[in-house]
């Protein structure tokens, strides 16, 4: 099934929902219920996933309207992976696990990009979550100064893979200041580079919250790359760089010009 109605331009094929490569993992920071349907109304078949911000949930006094919205349009929420490190700090991981069951969460996301979480313990938080929830783990700093050898991403990765994870998310922070990003916003792509090559791409979702990112991911991985922290405005733009309908792809996209060659 086609993931929207090509008429007559002949271009990329786009997997329908619900898809397991391609996706696009939209970050909510407080939308309203009138902006969630309007976001549907106009892209719906766009969006895959969508994240509460960092604890926007926890705060957030019509949440159980807005997950059955989301419901409605098939389309699941996962919490961010802040607020799973509070409940880390807190030591809340039962109340956690009872919350999210009770809201019927059928995601849930494991990070340690601000709290420092003992290797061990998150891969057990993993196999453990991947039981009741679809987990999606991440893997980077949310401090710009800390930096991590490729190597150890690669490790890491493949570790939270083998732990359950149904996705890794690399982090790059709302911004694209951190992780897999310098924090000028500058992308490091020999890191990039060399996660992908060791790493199935369909295993991954990158972070990729602004359009120069977005474009340089379509273009290097093609129109089917996991990509994430979306902002809601940002689903149709990004769908058209995924279709090669806007300059910043189309001769890549659509006329197979070699990124690279220049």
Same mark, same amino acid.
């Given at each position: 099934m086609p993931g929207f109605n090509d008429r007559f331009l002949d271009l990329p094929q786009r997997p329908g929902k619900p898809r397991t490569e391609g996706l696009t993992h939209v970050i909510d920071k407080g939308m309203n219920l009138r902006e969630i349907?309007?976001? $549907?109304?106009?892209?719906g078949e766009f969006v895959d996933i969508v994240k509460f911000g960092w604890g926007t949930s926890y705060v957030t006094n019509n949440l *159980?309207?807005?997950? &059955?919205? $989301?419901r409605s349009f098939d389309t699941p929420v996962v919490c961010g992976g802040t607020l799973f490190e509070v409940?880390?700090?807190r030591g809340r991981m039962d109340e956690f696990k009872s919350w999210l069951t009770e809201h019927r969460f059928s995601h849930v996301e494991i990070s340690d990009?601000?709290?420092?979480?003992?290797?061990?313990?998150?891969?057990?938080?993993?196999?453990?979550? &991947?039981r009741d929830f679809t987990v999606l783990s991440e893997v980077g700093s949310k401090d710009p100064d800390v930096v991590f050898p490729p190597y150890q991403w690669v490790e890491w990765i493949k570790e939270e893979k083998e732990a359950g994870a149904w996705k890794v998310i690399t982090e790059a922070? *709302?911004?694209?200041?951190?992780?897999?990003?310098?924090?000028d916003g500058d992308m490091r792509t020999g890191l990039i580079d060399e996660i992908a090559h060791e790493i199935a791409l369909s295993d991954l979702i990158f972070e990729a919250p602004t359009k120069s990112?977005? &474009?340089w991911f379509i273009k290097h991985f093609g129109s089917n790359v996991n990509l994430g922290n979306i902002p809601p405005d940002e689903v149709i733009p990004l769908e058209t760089?995924?279709?090669?309908?806007?300059?910043?792809?189309?001769k890549e996209v659509l006329r197979g010009d070699d990124v690279h060659a220049s």
């Open positions: 349907e309007g976001m $549907f109304d106009v892209g *159980e309207k807005k997950i &059955a919205l $989301f409940v880390y700090v990009g601000t709290i420092d979480i003992p290797r061990e313990q998150k891969l057990e938080y993993i196999a453990d979550f &991947a922070r *709302e911004g694209g200041t951190a992780g897999i990003f310098r924090k990112s977005q &474009a760089l995924r279709l090669g309908l806007r300059g910043d792809t189309l």
